[in-house]
């Protein structure tokens, strides 16, 4: 399996079965994590961490508190596809691997100052 990254006319694409994303709350400054799965044309959520809390960012019900990092699984159905924004006035996305983290924005060299990615499995 492979997930397909686009943002305008750049592209690229990564062979992976799953993958976490990693951000900065641009006001808290709290970490947050989401871990993904490619599955069946989708991908699928299967846990989200916050690292703390503030305003705006309580765990929500069900989450279970380990080692100071708030654990959930989002109540969200399998997405065709991600989109995130890609801004200078905000902290970017981390895409990380089994073996390596690395900024989102750098997968796709050229990409403007403000886009939107697109994360989807990648045709067959």
């Given at each position: 399996?492979?997930?397909?990254?686009a943002?305008?006319?750049?592209?690229?694409?990564?062979?992976?079965?799953?993958?976490?994303?990693?951000?900065?709350?641009s006001?808290e400054?709290?970490?947050?994590?989401?871990?993904?799965?490619?599955?069946?044309g989708?991908?699928?959520i299967?846990?989200?961490?916050?690292?703390?809390?503030?305003?705006?960012?309580?765990p929500?019900?069900?989450?279970?508190l380990?080692?100071?990092?708030?654990?959930?699984?989002?109540?969200?159905?399998?997405?065709?596809?991600?989109?995130?924004?890609?801004?200078?006035?905000?902290?970017?996305?981390t895409?990380?691997?089994?073996t390596?983290c690395?900024?989102?924005?750098?997968h796709?060299?050229?990409?403007?100052?403000?886009?939107?990615?697109?994360?989807?499995?990648?045709?067959?």
């Amino acid at each position: 399996m492979s997930l397909c990254l686009a943002a305008g006319a750049v592209s690229a694409v990564l062979a992976m079965e799953s993958f976490t994303l990693t951000w900065i709350h641009s006001i808290e400054k709290i970490r947050w994590e989401e871990d993904w799965r490619i599955e069946a044309g989708a991908l699928v959520i299967t846990e989200a961490r916050i690292r703390g809390s503030g305003a705006g960012m309580e765990p929500p019900a069900g989450s279970v508190l380990q080692n100071g990092v708030w654990h959930y699984r989002p109540a969200l159905p399998p997405q065709p596809v991600l989109r995130l924004s890609h801004s200078p006035h905000a902290g970017g996305y981390t895409l990380c691997t089994s073996t390596v983290c690395a900024p989102l924005a750098d997968h796709l060299p050229g990409i403007d100052n403000t886009a939107t990615i697109e994360l989807r499995e990648c045709p067959r």
